[in-house]
C-alpha cells in the first residue's frame, strides 16, 4: 500500500504540515484477492484428497496370541446402503480371507474349529461437507478516484459446500469360543468414479489398512 501526502506545493507532495493524504492500495487489494484464490483453492484440495481414515478398537482382556485359525460369518451382507453392489461384498469377503491367510491365520469353514470368527459390513453414503474461507470485498463509501483506490478491502466469509459419497468398511472379529467381540476395525474413504467402477483395487487397500491393525500391538 502507498500514502502519498497531497498539500499546498501540488498534487505531487510528499512532506508539508496539514497535508492531506490518499490512498493507493491497488497493491494490497491485488494481494488480498490472491490469498483469498489461494485460500480456496487449497481448501478444495485438501478436501478434494481421497485418502482412507483408519481407526480400531479391541478387548485388552482377549488373547490374540492363541488366535490362529479362523472363519468368516455366514450371513447376507446388505452393507450400509439399499444399492449395494453384491460384487463389493464378494470383493470384501475375498480380501479379508486373503490378507489374513498372507498373515499366517489359517482359514477354515468348520465354525467348531475355529479360533476366531470375521465379520465385516461395506456400503456408502451421500455426505456434504461445507467449508468457510475469507472473502475480500469494497465496502460502501470506497471506490475508484483519479489517483487510484480510495480505502481498502474489507473481509467476509464465502463458502464451499462440496457433496461426495463416502465409502465404509466394519471388520469385527469374535472370540469363536466365548461369542464375545473381542477387536473391531473400520475404514472410510471419499469415493472416486473409478472406485465405484473399478472396487476390487480400493477394496483390497482398505481391507489391508484396516487389518493392518489386527492383531492389537
Known sequence: MR???LGAAGAGATTGRGAACWIEPRRSFSFALTLA??????????????????????DQS???????TF??????????????NPLVVQRADDAIKAELQRRGYQLTDDPAAADFAV?????????????????????PGWGWGRRGWWGGPYWGDNL????????????DVFDAHSHRPVWHGWAKKELTRNDME???????????????????T
Open 62 to 68: 482377549a488373547s490374540f496370541a492363541n488366535y490362529h
Open 71 to 84: 472363519t468368516l460369518m455366514k450371513r447376507e451382507h446388505h452393507g450400509t446402503s439399499p444399492a449395494t
Open 198 to 216: 473399478h472396487s476390487a483395487e480400493a477394496i483390497r487397500k482398505a481391507v489391508d489398512s484396516v487389518l493392518a491393525k489386527f492383531p492389537p
Open 37 to 58: 484464490v489461494f485460500t480456496a483453492a487449497a481448501m478444495t484440495l485438501i478436501g478434494g484428497c481421497a485418502t482412507v481414515q483408519v481407526g480400531s478398537d479391541f
Open 119 to 139: 465379520d465385516f459390513t461395506v456400503g456408502s453414503q451421500e455426505r456434504t461437507d461445507i467449508n468457510s474461507y475469507p472473502d475480500p470485498y469494497v465496502g
Open 160 to 171: 464451499d459446500v462440496r457433496q461426495y459419497r463416502e465409502g465404509t468398511l466394519s471388520i
Open 3 to 5: 500514502v502519498r501526502m
